[in-house]
Nanobody, 119 residues
Framework: QVQLVESGGGLVQAGGSLRLSCAAS????????MSWFRQAPEKQRELVAS???????NYADSVKGRFTISRGNAKNTVDLQMNRLKPEDTAVYYC?????????????WGRGTQVTVSS
């Protein structure tokens, strides 16, 4: 069983920055891809950014140039640096991981962390 724990959410003014972190815990697994999704009220959950085990990254068009995803210094962690935040970035941000266990892939979600950007 793998657990994902997010941290770093909060309230910030438009134009400000926040850094989210996610740590995966457990044993006997390898991380394939780690991602951040977000869900605003009454909207569908959407992919924000992802990073593969090889370091390839992918971003939603709405965050390109403002957000940076990176594998953390600690093993099995991922960070999301969010700059020039906008009110429309307000959402619950979820960490998501595809992990390999005994040659099979499993998908896990964190519980989410609230990001609120005031205008």
């Amino acid at each position: 069983q793998v657990q994902l724990v997010e941290s770093g959410g909060g309230l910030v003014q438009a134009g400000g920055s926040l850094r989210l972190s996610c740590a995966a815990s457990g044993s006997g697994f390898s991380i394939n891809t780690m991602s951040w999704f977000r869900q605003a009220p009454e909207k569908q959950r959407e992919l924000v950014a992802s990073v593969t085990s090889g370091g390839s990254t992918n971003y939603a068009d709405s965050v390109k140039g403002r957000f940076t995803i990176s594998r953390g210094n600690a093993k099995n962690t991922v960070d999301l640096q969010m700059n020039r935040l906008k009110p429309e970035d307000t959402a619950v941000y979820y960490c998501y991981a595809i992990v390999g266990v005994n040659s099979r892939n499993y998908r896990y979600w964190g519980r989410g962390t609230q990001v609120t950007v005031s205008s």
